[in-house]
């Protein structure tokens, strides 16, 4: 049966990640993405190609993440257009995980707690994973660690490993670059997946507490990968890998700044494929 305080913390976790998503408006970032093929002793295989993303901000106010370049040289899709065009290009790239939505999970359990802290565990969902929403579906095949700072109740980190199907996802990639894609790829995000976020508090440098934004400070991926596939897609771009690879590494620092403070930020998602 669920714990009712550890659903009780995993309540005030949730909406304390809501009431920060609001607090971005105060913050702009760019994010270093690295990608590596590893065997399954976690030998490298092949670098690919990095990825730095900024993110853009429309004429709403809402933000996008948008390619700003490659570190092959590789010119940034759109790169020159005006954010609303460039939000526009990355509408279709939106992996299946969302944390907010692990927050919301109902099989939950308090495993410890200290002064100033808890950790509470997430368990997979099985109703939940019959919803017909894509990012609930996925959220809650996760099972998950999460460590709360209980003096704001937002997440210090979240680790976790997807062992259900409801992350899984197929179809043709949207491509930017070179000609459409015709082969069927699937989600890298998927089942034996697993991950590792760690948040920090950045303070406002003028001193007010309600423009302090809790940030993903970095993030890293484990993601199985099947060895005899030749292509990989992200970003709207696909590259060519070698084959022997077994899983799919993919690590992310982000640089942000308060309009003026530069600190450490990340934003969440996951490769669609």
Known sequence: MPDPEALRLLSKASAAFDANLARERHWNWTAQEKRELATRSGDIVQSLPSVTAESVIRTNGSRCNAVVAWSDGLKAFKV?????ERCRAMDEFRGPFEVKELLRG????????????????ILPDK?????????????????ATVR??????????????????????????????????????????????????????QKDKFGNDANSFWICASQHYLMPWDSDTGVVAYWGRQVQVKTGGHQLVKDIETRAHEFGAESAVSFEGADQY
């Open 127 to 143: 109703t939940r994973q019959r919803s017909s929403d894509p990012s609930v579906r996925c959220a809650a095949s996760i099972e």
């Open 106 to 121: 109902l099989q939950a359990k308090l495993v410890a707690n200290w002064v100033g802290g808890a950790e509470i565990s």
């Open 80 to 84: 020159a257009a005006d954010a609303e």
């Open 148 to 201: 709360l700072d209980l003096g704001s109740f937002f997440p210090r980190s979240i680790e976790g490993k997807v062992v259900g199907d409801g992350c899984e996802q197929r179809g043709t990639p949207l491509l930017q670059y070179g000609g459409a894609s015709t082969v069927a790829m699937r989600s890298t995000f998927r089942k034996g997946a697993s991950f590792r976020m760690v948040f920090k508090l």
